[in-house]
């Protein structure tokens, strides 16, 4: 999930959430740090990050979809979803 040339997680939001460029203040190739901040809580997709990512998500109150360069597809989105709901394996 979080490999820079194949993850989604990796290839959408790393560019800009790396260990140089801590937008948001993390990490994304760091997991313990993302574990540690709860940006990602295994099991369960009301943290930060699955938010932000969820177009359906009303309650965003004003924060930005990320990436933010728009949504991703619907399919990668469920593929994330399903990822964070299977444990969120460090992967
Ligand atoms: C083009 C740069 C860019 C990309 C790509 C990007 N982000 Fe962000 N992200 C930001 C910036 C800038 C902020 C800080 C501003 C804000 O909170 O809206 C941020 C903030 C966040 C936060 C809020 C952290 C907090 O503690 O409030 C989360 C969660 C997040 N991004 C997740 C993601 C995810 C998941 C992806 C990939 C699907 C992603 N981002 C891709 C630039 C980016």
Not at 54 to 76: F, I, R, V
């Amino acid at each position: 999930m979080m490999n820079p040339s194949t993850g989604i997680l990796g290839k959408n939001c790393v560019a800009c959430h790396n260990s140089r460029d801590r937008n948001g203040n993390y990490d994304m190739t760091n997991y313990e740090d993302m574990i540690a901040k709860g940006v990602i809580i295994p099991g369960d997709v009301t943290s930060k990050m699955y938010r932000r990512m969820d177009k359906n998500d009303a309650n965003l109150e004003g924060l930005t979809s990320m990436p933010l360069t728009g949504y991703l597809p619907s399919l990668e989105v469920n593929i994330v979803k399903s990822w964070i709901l299977n444990g969120a394996k460090n992967d």
